[in-house]
């Protein structure tokens, strides 16, 4: 069973201040999406990671993969109200399935 | 181009009912994808419809059912409704069957919130 596993669940900050979340797992996966789903509504994908060590910027949202391809990070800069939501990291299952297995999530709110 | 749209957005149903939920996919989009998300986690994949047949499933009972159209659009079906199936059920289409699909992302729509009660 693939499991991906994020930390810490939750998170209140106030606007402006930094914030890394993490999603890790004991396996190797060939790629890593992360996405945010706002309240009443479905997960939006973010970025997609592919490579071992990858670092990818969305303004300023930074993404890592691992050089293992075993976990990846989610960096946020000076955070905004905006940047509320669940943020989700998801791998693909077995080959052949073209279905993802998603972490728990990490709920962040940030205070104006 | 129009969103992966899901109807209804809220249920209640009684232990024991029967349910269907409606996905319309993504214009161009051939792959419906249907997930579960109980409260407080991640979506659980429950499988995928893929030319009209079922092309994967996940760790879900028989009671849990689904249909393809000619169109895209997709149904779920649960049966003998538990109390543990109250959450929120997400539809996600993408494009497969084709070399540059292969990394086609999912687009989800907003989901349908079923209660058991």
């Known amino acids: 069973t693939q499991l991906l596993e994020q930390s810490p669940q939750f998170l209140s900050i106030q606007e402006g201040e930094n914030l890394t979340v993490y999603c890790n797992s004991s396996s190797v996966f060939s790629s890593l999406q992360w996405y945010r789903q706002e309240p009443g509504e479905g997960p939006v994908l973010l970025v997609t990671v592919v490579t071992g060590g990858e670092v990818k910027k969305l303004k300023r949202l930074t993404f890592q993969f691992g050089d293992a391809r075993k976990d990846s990070s989610l960096h946020i800069t000076a955070a905004q109200p905006g940047d509320t939501g669940l943020y989700l990291c998801a791998a693909p299952m077995d080959t052949g399935r073209r279905a993802l297995t998603f972490g728990s999530g990490t709920r962040l709110q940030v205070q104006p | 181009e129009t969103g992966v749209t899901q109807s209804p957005t809220h249920l209640i149903k009684t232990r024991g009912q029967q349910v269907t939920l409606r996905c319309s996919s993504q214009?161009?989009?051939?792959?419906v994808s249907w997930y579960q998300q109980a409260l407080g986690q991640g979506p659980q994949f429950i499988f995928q419809y893929y030319r009209e047949e079922e092309n994967g499933r996940g760790n879900f009972p028989p009671r849990f059912s689904g249909l393809q159209f000619p169109n895209y659009s997709s149904e779920l079906n649960v049966n003998a409704l538990e109390l543990d199936d109250s959450a929120l059920y997400l539809c996600?289409?993408?494009?497969?069957?084709?070399?540059?699909?292969?990394?086609?992302?999912?687009?989800f729509g907003n989901g349908t919130r079923l209660t058991v009660t």
């Open positions: 214009s161009g989009h051939n792959t």
């Open positions: 996600a289409s993408s494009l497969a069957g084709t070399v540059s699909s292969y990394n086609s992302p999912l687009h």
